[in-house]
Every structure is written in structure tokens, then in C-alpha cells.
């Protein structure tokens, strides 16, 4: 017990409050993070314990302090207890939606969006602000999407998350809803729409047998969302476990006759293509009942491939100054041609890749959603596509073209003067799905 008196000093020295310095000014509050970080190399192994613990409890926010920790840290316990906790945020973040706990009396619409995305981690961007309402909720552990939707029918507005380099929602002006959504984690299933086909062939039959032929069939549209943590960069098929009417007639159509079931198949490997936060998929399904008004059940799983960490690899400084030369990032390098002002502006870069195959033609698939350019006050430009691509199998030449983001003095010419290059670290994570009463009419 010789320790306790040390080990009590050492917690109230972390949890008293900064003292005013004495020229009567508030030093900055220390970031939590940051705090748990130097505790865990701690001499009591009590409080390199609760270090690791009181980290993990902060979340996605501890996700950029512990990577930056981690590549700069030459302690050995403390990197072994980062690579621990990263990995169990990383794990949640995959698992869990963002939870938000708040009683709401009666405040300006405005002040609700802002604080649920405090809460979040989130940034946000008012496009067009939301009238002035005030806004009543009592929330407990709900969904950070329930909660945006919520809002959003309150106040007859959208809050979604935008594609961009940061945690972000972006709030625009709609009176569109998504019903009848599932949640699975941090993402959103909802049906979108639903086609039914019907073809009767009434000539061509053979003489013989002149019944004329009569074929049925529906396709469900379907839409995937993820919240702002957890970009969606590619996705799969899906497969049904159950889909059946209101009348109780199975929508799955099964083998013919005797014809055994096909074989499980093997898990998906997806490539990353581009980083959204909306996807759409959809399902085949067999003729329904002819009373039948809805879909009484339909669950189902996908696979998808989201983006959790993008890690820069290449910066140039100066693109005036980079013309004709090239640069090494990683498995590529890029070389840098000249820069065409207009409406877009054209930027032309040669991307090589280093020791690649001929046969592998996926590489290109990701490669411009990686790169990320911005103007001299530092705000990113918008990619609008490319123009004149050169493609041979391990290189590929073309005009990126750049405007600027809507709402920014986007009437002018893009003026791009640094570009970043990104490796994207990615998982996949099969989403489960539960969807009722979808209707048929």
C-alpha cells in the first residue's frame, strides 16, 4: 500500500482544473486525449489501465491524437497500449453508430443541428439555414441517423454528411423523406423504389401450342447511407434470407424442379472505387400475389467496403512551381504538367504505377478520389472528371478538372496551388438488413 498516497496525488493532479495564469488570462483546456495519452506510460500500472480505458471511452475523437501519438512515440508500452486501443475504436467504429443522449426543451433549430454535430465530432455547413424554429426532443442512446432525420422532418430541412477530408454535414433546404428505414450499426437501409415487369408474348408462338407466354418479375430498389465516420467506398450484391408478400407467397424465386441449391458462395472481395456516403443496390424478386398490396418482410444482408483512414503519402507545395517534375508516393509517382485556367480549370498529371502487372487493370479505379487539391486560403476544390485519359496498363495521363465548391465564390476560375495524395486504409463490413410492409401499391 506504499503507492496509494502517490497514486492519489497523480489522479487529482490529472483531474483537478487549470489554474488561471497569472496574468489573469485562461489557459487553453488540455485536450482529453491528449492527457490519456501521457498517462499511459505512467509508472502505477493502475493508471496506464485507466488510461487505456478512459481513451477507448473517448471514441472516434481519439482516433487522430492516438495515430499521430503512435507515429511519433519511440516509448514501447505506450505505442503496444495504442495499437490496443486503436484497434478496439476501430473495431467499434465498424460495429457501432454514434449514439447521441440529449433532452431538448424548446431550442432554435440552428443551435440543435450544431450541437448534435458537436456531439458527433462532426463539422457542419449551413448551405441554407433552416427556419427559425423551435425544437423539442428526448433522445437516449438513439442513432446519429435517426436523430439527422428527426431534425430534418422537424424543421423541413436535410442533414447529411458530405464526401470530404473531415467529419462533415452539410445542411440544405428538402421536404424529401426516406420511411420505412432500418438501422444496422452506423448505417441506413431504405427502400427506394420497386419496378414490376410484366411481358405477354401473343405472337411468335408455335402453331402447336399457341399459349401465349406470360412473364413476371420485380426488382427493389434499394438505398444504403453510413454515417460521417465511416465513408462507403464500394458495395456488393445482396442476398436475401427471406422475402415474402402480405399474402404469404415467398418472393425468392427457388431452383426448378429437383435442381439442387447452388453452393454458398465465398465471401466478396471488393475493390474500393469511390468514397460516398449514399449507395443504391438492388434486389430480384419473384411475382407477388395478385391481392398482394406489400412486401411484408424482406431481410437480407450486403457487403460493403468502407474507407476507415486515409493517410497522406505525397504533398506538393506549389503546383506553379512543380510543372515537368515528378514525385514519389509510394507504390506511384506522379509528375506534374501544366495548369489550364477556365471554367473548370485542368491540372494535367501522369500517374505511374511501380512494378505492376499487365494484367491488372483495378489500380486506376480509387486513383483520382485520392487526390485532393486546394486554393492559397487552404479550401479544397471540387473534382468535376477528367478530360484527353491516356491509359496504357501501368500509367495514366489526363486533365483533372477542378471548380470550386458550391456556395464559394464558385462563379470564378479555380486556382489550385497544393495537392495531396492519400493511401486509403479500408475494411469491408457485412450489413444485415430487416425491412417490413414495403408497399407494392
Known sequence: MRNVPRLVMLLIFVFLPPMPSCLGQEPAPADPAQVWIAQLGAEDFRLREAASDALAKLGVAALEPIRAALSSTDNAEIARRLEAVLERLEALR??????????VDRKPIKDVIQTVSDMAGCKVRFQETPEKLLLSFNWVETPLLQVLDQIGEAGDCCIV??????????????STMLPLAC????????????NLSRQLQIGGLPRNAPQRLLTES???HLRIDSEPKLPLVSIGNAVLHKAVDDCGQSLIELPQGDAPAQPTAEPEVLLPSHRTHSLFFAVALGRPHRQAESI????GRITTCVLVEARPILAIENLAEAKGKKFDAGYYSVEVGPIVPGMPTSVELTIRRKG???????????LYSRLSFYD????????AGNQDARNT???????????RTVGRNNNRPAKPTRLTFVEWITKQRVIEFDLKDIPLL
Do not use: C, H
Not at 465498424?94 to 433532452?103: A, D, V, Y
Not at 454528411?161 to 428538402?174: A, G
Not at 438501422?183 to 423504389?193: L, W
Not at 496498363?393 to 471548380?403: G, K, M, R
Open 161 to 174: 454528411p458530405i464526401d470530404d477530408e473531415v467529419l462533415r454535414l452539410v445542411v440544405v433546404k428538402n
Open 183 to 194: 438501422n444496422s450499426g452506423p448505417f441506413r437501409i431504405s427502400p427506394f423504389m420497386v
Open 218 to 220: 420485380m426488382t427493389l
Open 296 to 299: 411484408k418482410s424482406l431481410r
Open 393 to 403: 496498363p501501368n500509367s495514366t495521363t489526363a486533365l483533372v478538372q477542378l471548380q
Open 94 to 103: 465498424l460495429r457501432e453508430p454514434t449514439r447521441i443522449t440529449w433532452k
Open 376 to 383: 492559397a486560403d487552404g479550401s479544397r476544390l471540387q473534382y
Open 356 to 366: 505492376g502487372t499487365d494484367d491488372d487493370a483495378t489500380w486506376m479505379q480509387m
